[in-house]
Nanobody, 126 residues
Framework: QVQLVESGGGLVQAGGSLRLSCVAS????????IGWFRQAPGKERDFVAV????????YYADSVKGRSTIARDNARITVYLQMNSLKPEDTAVYYC???????????????????WGQGTQVTVSS
């Protein structure tokens, strides 16, 4: 069982930056791939970024590539999502999710993740 808690969201002007954090519980954190997803009102939950358990693989949605960096600190059982040059279209609730990645390919669909945090709101004003 893994529990996830996100933080770091808020209101920021376009062009600004935010760093989201996802703190996990559990002793086998390093086995889990951690993904970030976002959901805007009336829209589906979309993939943003993912990092493998060993940090050997990071992947980004085209919409955030070049503006965002995902990283993890297994000692602190935390995954970070640094977002720069924020745009109004980045406004959404951001969720982190966990999936045991041992021996498995990286997953990009929200239905493939087993554990979810409660989400943190990011609002970017124009």
């Amino acid at each position: 069982q893994v529990q996830l808690v996100e933080s770091g969201g808020g209101l920021v002007q376009a062009g600004g930056s935010l760093r989201l954090s996802c703190v996990a519980s559990g002793r086998t954190f390093s086995r889990y791939d951690i993904g970030w997803f976002r959901q805007a009102p009336g829209k589906e939950r979309d993939f943003v970024a993912v990092i493998s358990g060993s940090s050997s693989g990071t992947y980004y949605a085209d919409s955030v590539k070049g503006r965002s960096t995902i990283a993890r600190d297994n000692a602190r059982i935390t995954v970070y999502l640094q977002m720069n040059s924020l745009k109004p279209e980045d406004t959404a609730v951001y969720y982190c999710a966990a999936r045991n990645g041992s021996g498995r390919r990286i997953a990009f669909g929200p239905s493939e993740y087993d554990y979810w945090g409660q989400g943190t709101q990011v609002t970017v004003s124009s």
